[in-house]
């Protein structure tokens, strides 16, 4: 990743809950169109550190930066940069009362202040691309998990974000739904899309990571290319984790 421009830098993030640290000078810079998978134990600080890094939690130091700017700054426009920086959540979070197609549109009408034609438009084309266009005028409760998550995505997608986060985003599907979310995702990311990815799928992961980052107890203990985490971790840590994984 060496010469690639920095898109998401952040320096010694710490982070309270009020009752200890959950994250410990974490550092890490993420690169323009890299897919970074971030993985650990239940409760290392995986979450935390996705929404700090869109401003959802309140950090106690250290400094966010995207396109060199710093927006943990008391000044920082949360409602801006989220437009930059997407995330979609393990629980789709999309409205029940509203349509498929109006969920989507939201961000762009509301916030974006689109042209409603046009936004539509593009609404549609990326339904069409996660294989939903036939949904646009459907409840979410009309919907599986899967086709859910992937309106979700497409949610996320029209705000043409400069990064997306992914929290664990299959982690309440069932099993059979699990395969058409994680194609939208490896397919985001051979087209250079800049991502972070946290997830228990531990294939997929080696399959879509540039890099791997290991977290546990709210440090960075380890990172690395996939196959070299996979077949080799440097860390006992590390290795300790991977084997909890192999009995389950
Ligand atoms: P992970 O996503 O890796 O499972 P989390 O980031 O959700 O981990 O949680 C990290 C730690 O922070 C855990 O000990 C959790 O209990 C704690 N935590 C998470 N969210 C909150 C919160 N809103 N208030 C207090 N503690 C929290
Ligand atoms: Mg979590």
Known sequence: MEGQEKLLEIHHLHKDYGNGAVLKDVSLDIHKGEVLVLIGPSGCGKSTFLRCMNGLEQIQSGEIRLDKEVITDPKTKWSEVRQKIGMVFQSYELFPH??????????????????????????????????????????????????KQRVAIVRALIMKPEILLFDEVTAALDPEMVREVLDVMLELAKEGSTMVIVTHEMQFARAVADRIVFLDGGEIVEMSAPEQFFTQPETERAKRFLDTLSFE
């Open 98 to 147: 509203m349509t498929v197609i109006n969920n989507i549109l939201l961000g762009p009408l509301k916030v974006q202040k689109k042209e409603k034609k046009e936004a539509e438009k593009e609404a549609e084309q990326l339904l069409e691309r996660v294989g939903l266009l036939d949904k646009k005028d459907a409840y979410p409760r009309q919907l599986s998990g899967g086709q």
